[in-house]
Every structure is written in C-alpha cells, then in structure tokens.
C-alpha cells in the first residue's frame, strides 16, 4: 500500500493487507473478485494518507507534563518551558526525523465508504 492508493476490504475495522489501487474505481471494479465476495456482501473502500507522525515537540511536552504530574511531589509546577524552547524543540525534532527518515510504517485509511455487490439479475430473452 501507498500513499493515495484506494483500498478495498470485506472488515472495515481491519485494513491490513488490504489489496491496494491506483484508482478508485478499478478497485471496487476489482472487489467482488478479489475480496471473494457473494452478491448482497458488503465491502469498503478507502483512501490511504500517510498517518500523522508523533515526534513533535507537543507529544514530548506531553510527556514532560505527564511525569511530573505522576512523579513530582504535590503541589509542584513541573516543567517550565517557554514558547521560545517549545519552537526550538520542534525544529530539533522535525530536523532529527528528516535526518533519519522516522516517519509512521503505517497510513490511515480516509474517505472510506460502503458498497454492497449486486444481486445478478437474469436477462430478460
């Protein structure tokens, strides 16, 4: 699966592996066969979008927050960290993670929507 490929799957709470498309329609075009499915099954197509990472200043603030709230004596402030340094450390991560390529293994799937196969219908002579 790539960035932007439409995916297709007969559990829409499990997209691992789903068979992936680069256009929408050849893969619901594709579904009843891939997904070996009957007429009158349900199946869902989606989006996949890069997941949003959490190597953010943020999440290690966060972080920061929650351990001293959980360590820190009561009555404590915890961590004081201006604005300035908060920037500063975004920048530090957001360099480092380029650097290295970390980034989610990971996409989210987006745009999903629900489409049953059709029932054959016999022709009329």
């Not at 004596?73 to 915890?78: F, I, R, T």
């Not at 920048?91 to 996409?107: G, I, M, R, T």
Request: net charge negative; glycine share 4%.
């Amino acid at each position: 699966m790539k960035e932007g490929q439409w995916v297709i799957t007969k559990d829409n709470d499990d997209w691992m592996n789903a068979p992936a498309y680069d256009n929408r329609a050849v893969a619901i075009a594709q579904a009843q066969s891939r997904l070996r499915l009957v007429p009158g099954e349900r199946f869902w197509v989606g989006q996949a979008s890069r997941a949003a990472t959490w190597c953010t200043a943020d999440t290690l603030v966060d972080a920061l927050d929650n351990h001293a709230l959980n360590e820190a004596p009561d009555g404590s402030d915890g961590y004081s960290i201006s604005a300035d340094a908060r920037k500063e450390l975004g920048a530090l991560l957001e360099f480092w993670a380029h650097k290295h390529d970390v980034k989610p293994l990971w996409f989210d799937v987006e745009d999903v929507t629900e489409h049953v196969v059709p029932s054959v219908t016999a022709v009329q002579p």
